[in-house]
């Protein structure tokens, strides 16, 4: 059974993240730092799949998310090598972009937000290594990440991108397997007990019936010791604390480190880490009912498209309007352009989507999210009801 309310989360990051994009407000940055709160939602949902499928799990997520990046490139790069990119084996790193491949001209611009999936093929590589010392030092793994930003923003050296991006949100992934662990919300007394009970009477890797079933602490096999469960469980019962300290640690470091527009947090890696930290750690220490939406679905369903065709589409829009002079700043400009590029979205969703159902192994839909019809039930014999009434009467 799907969690309704880790896809909310999902669905809102992705909206905030076009509408981001689209107007500049830097106070998206702070309101919800969705790129941080992406990292952590897909590290939760690694953790489980590495559970279920052991290494196996990282050839299942590379299948979920190259083929619709490969429906982009299909695109881009042709037009890249047409209009004057010159042929180098590294383009070919478009097929699996573990560093950043060559472009230019439209392109360089459509396609920088690429970073993502590049950092993502890091994370879910790294995974399997990651998340057995994660269980077997919380603490300490998960204060890696922070450490070496820390270190990178105090020295002022200049790492491979790579790196600098793996520290940057290195701790939204770890946070993710935490949430996955059930690391981040207190459990009462009475779930505590029973924790044992439960992990005794279920299988150390959970069945596809059995797992939707299982809280995370009880779905995730005891692998990483008594121990590490013991200590990272302080997240939870210091919860509050942290976030407390976390957040005043990044709002300080922002208000006296501006970056060159002011109060983004994109350009304040150290006070993004710590302010998005304690914004998981609220968010992901509840687990409210949301109710289901098919718009919830269709966003979830589709959030890897959005994702990759927002940036192109935005750039398309804004030069249209240079071109026309349309206003582009102000409500007026911001307000129509906005509307224009949900609207191309949808149609991209329309045409493209579907590749995401295929690379889920679902069946190719337009709109997923569509209530499936029940087949009607042939009407009961005349007097069926009458002999069923009269064999239960002989029976008692």
């Known amino acids: 059974m799907r969690n309704r309310y880790l896809d909310l989360l999902r669905a809102a990051a992705t ?4 509408v981001y994009h689209s107007t500049g407000w830097v106070a998206l940055t702070i309101v919800l730092p969705a790129m941080s709160v992406m990292f952590a939602l897909a590290g939760s949902m690694m953790a489980a799949s590495l559970d279920r499928y052991g290494a196996a799990a990282v050839e299942r997520r590379l299948h979920r998310l190259l083929p619709a990046l490969w429906v982009l490139v ?22 699996f972009p573990i560093v950043d491949p060559p472009a230019e001209g439209f392109w360089l611009n459509g396609l920088a937000a690429l970073w993502y999936l590049r950092d993502f093929l890091w994370f879910v590589l790294l995974s399997p290594l990651l998340l057995p010392l994660f269980r077997r030092f919380p603490l300490a793994t998960l204060l890696l990440p922070y450490g070496t930003l820390a270190l990178i923003t105090f020295t002022g050296v200049t790492p491979h991108v790579v790196v600098r991006d793996l520290a940057l949100y290195g701790g939204a992934w770890l946070l993710g397997f935490a949430h996955h662990d059930g690391l981040l919300a207190r459990r009462s007394s009475r779930t505590r007990t029973s924790a044992p009970l439960r992990r005794l009477s279920t299988p150390s890797r959970p069945t596809a019936a059995t797992s939707s079933r299982l809280t995370p602490a009880a779905a995730c096999p005891p692998s990483g010791g008594g121990s590490g469960r013991v200590r990272g469980a302080a997240l939870a019962r210091y919860r509050w604390w942290i976030v407390g300290v976390l957040s005043a640690a990044g709002a300080a470091w ?142 008692r």
């Not at 299909?74 to 097929?95: E, F």
């Not at 969703?349 to 009607?376: C, F, N, Q, Y």
Request: hydrophobic share 60%; net charge positive.
């Open 254 to 395: 922002a208000l006296t480190h501006p970056g060159p527009r002011g109060f983004d947090l994109n350009d304040i890696p150290l006070a993004n880490a710590l302010w998005s930290a304690a914004f998981i750690l609220v968010v992901l220490s509840v687990s409210p009912r949301v109710a289901p939406s098919r718009a919830l679905t269709v966003l979830n369903a589709r959030a890897l498209t959005i994702y990759l065709w927002h940036v192109p589409l935005i750039i398309i829009v804004v030069r249209f309007a240079e071109a026309t002079g349309l206003p582009v700043h102000g409500w007026v400009g911001i307000s129509w352009r906005l509307a224009v590029v949900s609207v191309l979205l949808a149609i991209v969703v329309l045409l493209v989507g579907w590749v995401e159902d295929i690379s889920a192994g679902r069946r190719p839909t337009l709109v997923p999210g569509k209530p499936r019809r029940l087949a009607p039930v042939s009407p009961a014999p005349a007097g069926a009801a009458a002999d069923l009434q009269s064999a239960g009467t002989r029976g």
């Open 15 to 18: 909206v905030r993240v076009v």
């Open 74 to 95: 299909a695109v881009a790069v042709p037009m890249m090598l047409l209009g004057g990119l010159a042929w180098d084996w590294k383009v070919l790193l478009w097929a």
